[in-house]
């Protein structure tokens, strides 16, 4: 039970959906914001995945995970395209230095 | 034994990736992490996305990494501070993967009524057609919007230098 690849799939799924959320909690450079949100986004496509071959449905969790990793994928080169336009204007990549409601 | 390493990697990877200060390391660290989640789906019998979550996730997005991190260059290694602190975010992800946990690894028994036997290319244009349709317009709406972020940036380092 212990050692079996559900069960180890899993404990990798909840690693790494918390290093992801540490990722996001504690950092402030942008360009490591969207490395965070990417560990996020593995453990949900092995959690899909676990979850179709638990299910007996490994085709339909195939495609739902194709599916995110398009929309993934398509959030992180936007996300990157906004940080290097950031560092264009504000020559920062800091995410506290951006907020301009604060003062 | 195989599986409980690539688990191991696959995580050491990920907190390298998040933890390290130089954001070119960073973005290698998380190339390995991603080339081992798709090995892991290999092993869990998902080949096709394996191979697309191999090319796609631990090539295109690494290249891409690579490309932003080249033009924006780094921040100073230190100069940036956590917005939360360190020990309040360690106990919030560890609460979070508690409870996951917690109501998870219970329940993982698989099903051995249901069985699939369609092959994943039939699944994916007749049965989820819809899902096609949505990633051709997330992928149309990419282009847009990075077309159109980096063609405003040009236009206002043209109208900087006149």
């Known amino acids: 039970m212990w050692l079996s690849l559900p069960f180890l799939s899993a404990v990798g799924v909840l690693g790494l959906l918390g290093i992801g959320l540490l990722g996001l909690l504690v950092t402030r450079n942008l360009i490591k914001v969207v490395v965070g949100l990417q560990v996020l986004v593995k453990g949900a496509l092995l959690a899909l995945v676990l979850a179709g071959r638990l299910s007996g449905q490994v085709q339909t969790g195939q495609a739902i995970t194709l599916t995110v990793i398009v929309a993934d994928t398509i959030v992180s080169v936007v996300a990157l395209a906004l940080a290097v336009q950031v560092r264009r204007q504000f020559g920062t990549l800091d995410l506290r230095a951006l907020s301009t409601l604060r003062r | ?162």
């Open chain 2, 1 to 162: 034994m195989f599986d409980l390493l690539i688990v191991a990697a696959m995580l050491w990877c990920a907190f390298q990736a998040v933890r390290g200060t130089r954001l070119l390391v960073a973005a290698l660290w998380l190339a390995g992490a991603s080339a081992l989640t798709a090995l892991l789906m290999f092993r869990l019998g998902a080949p096709e996305v394996a191979v697309i979550e191999l090319s796609v996730g631990a090539g295109l997005v690494t290249v891409l990494f690579v490309f932003a991190i080249n033009i924006a260059g780094e921040e100073p290694p230190g100069k940036l501070r956590s917005l939360v602190p360190a020990p309040v975010a360690v106990v919030v992800a560890l609460c979070a993967v508690g409870l996951g946990a917690f109501m998870a690894l219970p329940n993982l028994r698989s099903v051995s009524g249901i069985i699939q036997p369609e092959r994943f290319a039939k699944v994916l244009w007749e049965d989820r057609s819809l899902d096609v349709l949505l990633q051709v317009v997330l992928l149309i709406g990419g282009v847009l919007t990075v077309l159109g972020l980096l063609v405003e940036g040009r236009a206002q380092a043209r109208k900087e230098l006149q």
